[in-house]
């Protein structure tokens, strides 16, 4: 369990490194927040496979909020370009 928590530890401060680089390097913002999803789905199944119940921290809930705004951004951003699209087959161009 302890060499968990460790993995589990270092996935949570990479994740705020690359918060905080989306920041500084703006151009980059995308995959960088591709790259947090990805991470939190790894951190996420280390946990799932976890031989013990893991109890989740306040961390936790903070990357699982981050990661559920950055997915609902992305799901808004689809959702104009499919919409924008729509419209511009009906002949309406904005």
Known sequence: MEELS???????KTLDVLLS?????????DELQK????LHTIRQ???RESPRP????????????????IKQIE???LTKIKLKAQLEELGMYL
């Open 54 to 69: 893991y109890k989740y921290t306040e961390e936790d809930n903070r990357i699982g909020m981050e990661v559920a705004m």
């Open 21 to 29: 680089l989306e920041n500084r390097w703006p151009e980059r913002k």
């Open 45 to 47: 199944l280390l946990i």
């Open 6 to 12: 460790l993995n589990l530890s270092i996935l949570g």
């Open 75 to 77: 799901h808004d951003r």
């Open 35 to 38: 790259t947090y999803v990805n």
